[in-house]
């Protein structure tokens, strides 16, 4: 499958880009930056969207794709997500209010919304487009998932915004096409009482949450790092032994 990195910062600056990740063009990860990235052209292919949780980094571009596409797509963009986040995003993001309501609203040309929420079912495996999700909880400030995402028999694991947790890694190890995870880490060690606060992870928690894995040949593909403390975090990261680690870049392109 192809994993284009649109945006994989923790925070915005110019020349960085929040949470948003490509699947074959149109299966989208998470919509931080995805407006400030993809062509209209490209923005019009998607079809699903999988939302980790409902923090703003992670779902700005909602609000201005369906501004951009509402009566200019040829079908309704299906969005995915776990139960509180999805009423989440209809009482306090399309409420009429901070934003229309692009659930409901339908053009001249376009008898859909742009936009269709959904409850996604917990651990379960559901087709999406030509891939197979199954969606199961971490442990963030507000509701947070992982996505275990399988597409041409390779399986990749998403995981969103996390502190430390357990039910992804179990079910991780037993998924034998597991080809790479994708894993924050937010904050540099010495801010470890912020992670920890904000469940997020540092580089020193990221490798206890990959020791829990157990699986040593599985790239961790390592995401949302603040820019404010990025070069710090990278030289923390590159201090970890044991496992394959790639620290993600926005624009990069990667064949899984
Ligand atoms: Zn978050
Ligand atoms: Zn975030």
């Not at 149109?26 to 019009?44: H, M, P, R, Y």
């Not at 606060?197 to 790092?225: F, N, Y």
């Amino acid at each position: 499958m192809k994993f284009r990195v649109l945006g994989c910062s923790g925070g915005q600056v110019p020349g960085r880009y929040l949470s948003s990740y490509l699947l074959n063009e149109s299966l989208l990860i998470d919509a931080g930056s995805t407006t400030a990235v993809l062509k209209l052209k490209e923005q019009q292919k998607i079809r699903n969207i999988l939302v980790t949780h409902v923090h703003l980094d992670h779902i700005m571009g909602l609000a201005t794709m369906a501004d951009n596409l509402c009566d200019n797509c040829q079908t309704t963009i299906n969005v995915w997500g776990v139960n509180e986040a999805i009423s989440g995003l209809k009482a306090s993001f399309f409420n009429g209010t901070i934003w229309p309501d692009f659930t409901q609203i339908t053009g001249n040309a376009q008898p859909w919304p742009v936009l269709t929420l959904h409850n996604l079912p917990e651990e379960e495996p559901m087709a999406i487009g030509d891939s197979t999700v199954t969606m199961v909880r971490v442990n963030h400030i507000v509701p947070s998932v992982a996505f275990f995402i399988e597409n041409n028999k390779k399986t990749l694991l998403h995981v969103g915004d996390t502190g430390p947790t357990e039910k992804v890694w179990s079910m991780a190890r037993s998924e034998r096409n597991l080809c790479a995870v994708v894993l924050e880490a937010s904050f540099p060690n010495r801010l470890q009482g912020l992670a920890d606060m904000s469940l997020h992870l540092t580089p020193q928690t990221l490798a206890r949450e990959v020791e829990k894995l157990g699986r040593p040949s599985v790239p961790i593909l390592v995401s949302h790092l603040k820019p404010q403390y990025r070069d710090e975090i990278i030289r923390e990261l590159k201090r970890l032994k044991g496992f394959p680690l790639r620290i993600l870049k926005d624009g990069d392109s990667l064949r899984l």
